[in-house]
């Protein structure tokens, strides 16, 4: 599972075998996950973030967007 960043004590990263999946992230952050579709960005589940946490993190998600969609695309869409 790729770690794409670290942002403060949040860890974004995917799942290698996701790839038939549209574009995404997961988060987690101690016992909190989440899942964020990135485009467009959006939350698809979350358990244990608290609300002020997932505002935060949807707008990491949401500046970092490009970042995420071109790692997701090297990652899934190489001729590799």
Do not use: C
Request: hydrophobic share 40%; no cysteine; net charge negative.
């Amino acid at each position: 599972m790729p770690t794409i960043r670290w942002l403060g004590p949040a860890r974004f990263y995917f799942y290698s075998n996701e790839g038939d999946e549209p574009p995404h992230v997961h988060v987690e952050q101690g016992q909190a996950t989440a899942k964020f579709w990135l485009d467009p960005v959006s939350l698809a589940w979350s358990k244990r973030f608290r609300a002020h946490e997932l505002r935060w993190l949807e707008r990491m998600v949401r500046l970092h967007q490009s970042a995420f969609l071109e790692t997701w695309r090297e990652f899934f869409e190489s001729d590799s």
